[in-house]
C-alpha cells in the first residue's frame, strides 16, 4: 500500500516515542528510514522499526545518551554516542566532519559506541549537500561467509560514496560488501518470494533461493568483496577500539544490550585540492556522459550510481511510499513491539 512520506514519518515518530525514545532522536530515525524507503531501500526502511522499538523498550538503546566529541587533531576527532541511536548519532558526527572538512580540508570522524544507523547513504548525502565529498562506512553483525569459508566472520560491512555535482543533482553510490543486505533477504521473507542463488548460502554453504533457508550471506565478487568487508572492520571497528570481526554484537542476540557498533565518516573538501567549481562541472559532465553510454540489449540507459534511487524517491515523495500492509498495520497500532526479536537466530526459519 502507498502512503504519504509524512503521514509514514508521523507514525515511526509516535512508535519510537512510545517504545521511549527522545522526540528529538525518533525524528532522525523517522527521515532516515523515509529515505531509504523512498528509494527503494525497504530493506532498512519502516520495516525496521519493530526491532528498534522492541530493542528501545527492553534497554538495549540508550534513550539518555551523553555525546561527547573529542577533537584530537586538526582533522581526526571521536565522536562518543554512548550507545544511542545510531541515525542520531551519525547524523550528528557528519555535521562535525562537515564544519572540520570545511576549514581543513578533510575531515576523519570515528562514531563510537551506536546501535544500527540504517541506510548510508543519508550521511555522505550531508556533506555532498555541502558540496563536499561523503565517504561512510560502518560495522554490521557477522553473517558473511568470508571467502572459502562455511561459518560468518564479518558482517555486511557498507560503504557510502557522494559527489556533488554542478546541477544539484549528485552522485551516491551505498552498497553492502554483500551480494545483498540482510534486510533485502528479511523483505523477501515479508513478502514470501524467493531469492536469487547468488545472494545467500544454506547450512551447508551451498547456494539458496528460499530465504528461510539463508545461514550466510554472499561477499560480493569473491575475495575481493571480502577484502573491502575486511576493510571497513578494520576502518570502522579496530580503529575506533571497539569489537571488531566476529565479536561485533549481534543485532538480535541480547535486545537488553547495547551494540557498541562503530561507524567512520571521511569528508573532503574539493576546494583544498582542485576548484571546488571544476571539481563540481566534471562530476556534471561524469554524470551526462555515463547517462550517453550506449546501453547494451536490454537496458533503457545507463545510469550514475544513485541516479535510479533519487527518481524514485522524487515520486515517492510526490506520489507516496509503497510498503507492505503488514508494516503499516503494526504502525498504527497501539503494540510497541510484539516480542518477536529478542534472542532470535536472524537464520532461523
Ligand atoms: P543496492 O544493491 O540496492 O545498491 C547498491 C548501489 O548500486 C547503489 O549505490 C545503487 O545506486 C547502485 N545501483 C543499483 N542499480 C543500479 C543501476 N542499474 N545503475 C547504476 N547504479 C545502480 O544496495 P545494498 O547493497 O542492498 O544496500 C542497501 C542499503 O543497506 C544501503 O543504504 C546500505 O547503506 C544499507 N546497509 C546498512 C547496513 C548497516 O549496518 N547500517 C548494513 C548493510 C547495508
Redesign the pocket.
Known sequence: MKVTAKELETLIVNKLMKAGLKEEHAQVVADVLVH?DARG?H??GAMRVEYYAERIAKGGINTDPEIQFEKNGPAAAIFEGDNGVGHFMAKKAMEEAIAIAKENGIAVVGVRNIS??????YFVEQAADEGLIGISV?Q?DPMVVPFGGAEPYYG?N?I?FAAPSSNGEKI?????TTV??W??ILHHRSKNEPIPDSWAVDENGESTTDPFKVKALLPIAGPKGYGLMMMVDILSGVLLGLPHGKHVTSMYEDLTEYRKLGQLHIVINPAFFTSADLFKEKITTSMEELNQVKPKEGYDRV?Y?????EERAKKAYEDGIEIVDEIYEYLVSDVVHNNQYDNKDPFAK
Open positions: 531509504a531501500y530493506s532498512h544500527h544507523s540504517g541506510a548510508l547513504s560502518c554490521s555486511t557498507p557510502a551516491i553510490f551505498d552498497m553492502a545483498q543486505a534486510g533485502k545510469s550510481p544513485g541516479q535510479r534511487s
